[in-house]
């Protein structure tokens, strides 16, 4: 294992603190007067729980888990944090390494040397989903630490293109946009991951839809607040469904021409199975085991979630079967 030692790191950095849980703290801006640079050097040095070589994790991280599942061939969950476990062995495995680096919410992963090709990753975002069976469906990338590094998404329709919950603004991710027509529609999963919402929807001109029982005044713009319980519609293939639990407003979308189910914060594979994260829960369990009930009438084979894992399943019976299993056993917990 690398030694706990200082290194030159590529990546523009920013200085947080923490409230003593890193599992459960939301970062937070340094003050002047708090001697940011002393802090950020601290917090900056290489964890010894990464191998040597090129890339490392440093003690910034907020363990979201972006780099676990971007590139699992690299990264491992080491204590409360994320370590690199193994450096990449081809340019495929590098390629996503440097994708993590660059979506990591918090600047966490660096390289000893700033890589030669990094524009040129740069400019792989947004990020086909699977290229043979979710063929205008892409990972934007760009973490936000505002919504504690959940993932967004784009859908590409010709009806217009929909990006679901917000990445962390730049312009690089926006001239990529762009160049796949920019979005018609903003589509806000609830109140925790709307992060750069604002700076997105004035760059691209796009409306933003989001629940009326999650706006708040960082919200108030937005140009279209869903009422009651729905389900709503953005055309034939497009279905936005009420599913109240982890928030009271929170809606996922369903894309029904490939069968994907966008989660937001409702329900997703975890680390260790299926999760409805009710550590975080801000509103009732029991409703969101309620709504994760209504899922077995959608007609669905993915699931795209803000936080946890993309999950394909062979089809909806397989879904349904997973899904009920899922159930069964969290109603002899309660």
């Known amino acids: 294992m690398a030694a706990a030692t200082t290194s030159t790191s590529f990546h523009i950095r920013r200085s947080f603190q923490y409230n003593g849980n890193l599992q459960n703290s939301s970062p937070k801006r340094v003050k002047a007067f708090q001697s940011p640079t002393i802090i950020t050097a601290s917090l900056e040095v290489r964890r010894p729980q990464n191998v040597s070589g090129e890339f490392f994790v440093d003690h910034t991280c907020i363990d979201c888990d972006t780099c676990r599942w971007m590139a699992p061939e ?55 989903i699977d290229e043979h069976t979710l063929l205008g469906v892409y990972h934007c990338g760009y973490h936000s630490d505002k919504s504690f590094g959940a993932a967004s998404y784009l859908i590409v329709r010709a009806e217009g293109d929909i990006l679901v919950d917000s990445p962390r603004y730049t312009t690089k991710l926006e001239n990529n946009l762009k160049m796949f027509g920019g979005a018609r529609y903003m589509f806000l999963t609830h109140s925790d991951d709307v992060a750069d919402h604002e700076k997105w929807s004035n760059h691209l001109g796009c409306e933003r839809i989001l629940h009326s029982l999650e706006v708040d005044h960082s919200t108030a713009a937005v140009e279209i607040k869903l009422e009651g319980s729905g389900p709503w519609s953005l055309g034939d293939d497009v279905t936005l469904v009420h599913t109240p639990g982890h928030t009271e407003g929170s809606v996922c979308l369903l894309y029904k021409p490939h069968k994907v189910l966008f989660t937001g914060d409702h329900f997703a594979m975890g680390e260790l199975g299926w999760t409805i994260a009710e550590r975080y829960n801000k ?30 399943f062979r089809d909806v019976e397989d879904k349904n079967l997973s899904l009920r299993a899922f159930l069964d056993t969290k109603m002899q917990l309660l």
């Open 74 to 128: 690299n990264f491992t969950r080491a204590g409360d944090m994320s370590a690199v476990f193994k450096q990449p062995s081809c340019e495929e495995e590098r390629l996503r390494a440097l994708q993590a680096l660059l979506s990591c919410p918090t600047s966490s992963i660096h390289t000893e040397k700033p890589p030669h090709d990094i524009l040129e990753v740069q400019k792989t975002f947004p990020i086909p």
């Open 283 to 312: 509103f009732s369990v029991p409703k969101q085991l309620s709504s994760v009930k209504l899922m077995l009438d959608l007609d669905f084979e993915w699931i795209l979630p803000g936080h946890g894992r993309r999950t394909k």
